[in-house]
């Protein structure tokens, strides 16, 4: 099945900097990579996904990009806030396609 | 739409007793799956229905961990008996499948269980 690997498992960084979070996966017919925070306490939520027929995809501060021969996809937040501060979660559909695998997830901290 | 409702919210018990979950998905919504979360495994699909119909329960741990899917609008996860090692947050999500694929997933709130 599918096996997705998240790095890093926690990242800290000063307000206003960049964070990059990334994600690998193995099974080259997973086909949706969708990425969720979530803050303490709360529910997973999804803030960005990309299809394997699009190389990148922004919103606003968040950016995702795709590499289908490498199989990894990156997270990008610009300009990071405090309210950015979350544990970040990428996953992937495998070719089961009903399957979503999530990585261990990663520990945001943006300090001010 | 009020998302998809997880009930109850907090559930403390002693080791042994039956644990019952609920879960109302987004109507329209035709796939229901069941996650647990905790620090060390992070998120376990434990079971998952396409309408209505349990499609795959490959992630159930153990024969002590039962789900249903009665209806469109229900599903329950039961844990009879329960041991302090279930305690985790059970999260409930649903999706809308077409054509075979799952996509845009939504949570519930989440179930935080402590089994004393």
């Known amino acids: 099945g599918e096996n997705v690997e998240q790095h890093p498992s926690t990242l800290s960084v000063q307000e206003g900097d960049s964070a990059v979070i990334k994600c690998t996966y193995s099974?080259?017919?997973?086909?949706?990579f969708p990425w969720y925070k979530q803050e303490l306490g709360k529910r997973p939520q999804l803030i960005i996904d990309i299809r394997s027929n699009v190389g990148e995809k922004k919103d606003q501060r968040i950016a995702v990009t795709l590499n289908k021969t490498a199989k990894h996809f990156s997270l990008h937040i610009t300009e990071t806030q405090p309210e950015d501060s979350a544990v970040y979660f990428c996953?992937?559909?495998?070719?089961?396609?009903?399957?979503?695998?999530f990585g261990k997830g990663t520990l945001l901290t943006v300090n001010p | 739409d009020a998302g998809v409702i997880q009930s109850p919210r907090h559930e403390v018990t002693e080791m042994g007793q039956e644990v019952t979950l609920r879960c109302k998905p987004i109507s329209g919504h035709n796939s229901l799956f069941w996650y647990r979360q905790t620090m060390m495994r992070g998120l376990e699909l434990l079971i998952y229905?396409?309408?209505?119909?349990?499609?795959?329960d490959s992630g159930m741990p153990e024969d002590r961990f039962s789900a249903k899917m009665p209806n469109a609008s229900f599903s329950t996860l039961k844990i009879q008996p329960s041991e302090p090692r279930d305690s985790a947050v059970y999260f409930c999500a649903s999706s809308f499948t077409f054509e075979g694929t799952n996509e845009k997933l939504f949570f519930g709130s989440g179930t935080q269980l402590s089994v004393l």
């Open positions: 229905f396409n309408n209505n119909v349990p499609i795959d």
């Open positions: 996953a992937a559909i495998g070719g089961s396609n009903y399957k979503l695998t």
């Open positions: 099974d080259s017919a997973s086909n949706y």
